[in-house]
C-alpha cells in the first residue's frame, strides 16, 4: 500500500510541478542496460529493469517505468542516482529496487528547458553468490522427479530469449505425458534474514509453477510459490521475472538446505503446452 502511495504522490508531484512551474529543466532517462560484470560468473546477461528510483542532490524525485521524461525544479549542477527497479514476483504494483545491481550515479548540469538524456547502466555487484542454469552443457542442473514426472526436459535451440546463449530448457506436455516435476539437483545453503532471488526466463503456453524445497535431516517439503502464467499460442513472448525467496527461506526449520522446484500439469482444456525456460539464476548475498 506504501509504494502503491508513492506513485500516485509521484505523478501528482509531476502534474503539479509542470502547472507551477513552466520553466522547469528536464530529465529524461532511456532503459537500463545491464553489462558485464568481469569478477563474476554472471552466466547470460538478461533482465527486465523495468523503472527507476530517482534521486538527484539525494533528494527522491519519484519511481518511473523506464523510458521516461520528467521536470525537475533544479537548474545547475546536480548528482543524479538512479536505482534499478524490478516488478517483486512480477506483481506490477509492487516495484522494488532490486538489491543485486549497481546504482548508476552521475554529476551533470541541469539547465531550464532543457533535456538532459541519460542512457543508464548497471551490473551485479561482487559480493554475490551465483547458481546457474543456462542449457548449455549436456548435464543439466534441474532433474525431473522420476517418481511423480510423466515428461522430461530436453532442449530447444531455435527459440531463445534475446542475449542469451546457444539454447534453452524444454518441455512439452500432452494427454500421455501430462505432467512435469523437477528440481534443481544440488542442495543450497542460503542465510536467513539476506536478499535471495530466482530469476527465469520463460516462453510459456502452459502455467508452470516455482517452488522452493526445505530438505532437513528429517523432512523433505515443498512450498509452492509463484505461478508463471500461460500466454496463448499465438502471442506467446519472451519474459522474465524475479522471484524474492527471503520470505521463505526465512521461515524454514532451522539447519534447511534449499531446492528450487517446478511443477506443471496439462491446463485444462489443452491437448498441448509448451514450457521453454533459460537462464535460471538463483542469486544471494
Known amino acids: 500500500m506504501r509504494k502503491f502511495l508513492l506513485l500516485i504522490l509521484t505523478m501528482y508531484v509531476v502534474s503539479s510541478c509542470v502547472k507551477n512551474n513552466p520553466d522547469p529543466s528536464w530529465l529524461q532517462v532511456n532503459e537500463w542496460d545491464l553489462v558485464d560484470n568481469i569478477s563474476l560468473n554472471e552466466g547470460e546477461l538478461t533482465q527486465n529493469f523495468s523503472d527507476a528510483w530517482v534521486y538527484v542532490d539525494d533528494q527522491l524525485i519519484g519511481v518511473f517505468q523506464v523510458p521516461f521524461k520528467i521536470p525537475i525544479l ?4 546536480v548528482n543524479i542516482k538512479l536505482f534499478p527497479a524490478i ?3 512480477g506483481i506490477s504494483a509492487t516495484k522494488k529496487v532490486y538489491p543485486f545491481v549497481k546504482t548508476f550515479e552521475v554529476n551533470a548540469v541541469l ?7 541519460i542512457n543508464p547502466i548497471t551490473q551485479y555487484k561482487e559480493n554475490l553468490n551465483f547458481w ?6 549436456l548435464n543439466f542442473k534441474i532433474v525431473s522427479d522420476p517418481n511423480t514426472s510423466a515428461t522430461d526436459l530436453t532442449t530447444e ?10 539454447s534453452c530448457g524444454k518441455v512439452v506436455l500432452n494427454a500421455s505425458d501430462s505432467t512435469w516435476i523437477a528440481y534443481v ?3 543450497l545453503t542460503i542465510a536467513k534474514g539476506l536478499e535471495c532471488y530466482l530469476e527465469i526466463d520463460y516462453h510459456v503456453t ?10 532437513t535431516s528429517s523432512e523433505t517439503k515443498n512450498n509452492v ?9 499465438e502471442t506467446v513472448v519472451w519474459k522474465k521475472i524475479y522471484i524474492d525467496l527471503k520470505e521463505l527461506i526465512g521461515n524454514s526449520p532451522t539447519g534447511s538446505k534449499f531446492l528450487p522446484s517446478f511443477s506443471a500439469s496439462l491446463d485444462e482444456g489443452d491437448t498441448e503446452g509448451e514450457i521453454l525456460i533459460d537462464n535460471i539464476k538463483v542469486i544471494h548475498f
Open 185 to 187: 539437483n544440488q542442495q
Open 74 to 77: 533544479k537548474s545547475g549542477p
Open 111 to 117: 539547465t531550464q528547458n532543457q533535456t538532459l538524456v
Open 206 to 215: 502452459n502455467n508452470l509453477v516455482t517452488g522452493l524445497i526445505y530438505v
Open 157 to 166: 535451440s531455435n527459440n531463445l530469449p534475446s542475449t542469451s546463449g546457444n
Open 225 to 233: 510459490n509463484i505461478r508463471l502464467n500461460a500466454q496463448t499460442p
Open 132 to 137: 546457474i542454469e543456462d542449457f548449455e552443457d
Open 87 to 89: 516488478k517483486n514476483n
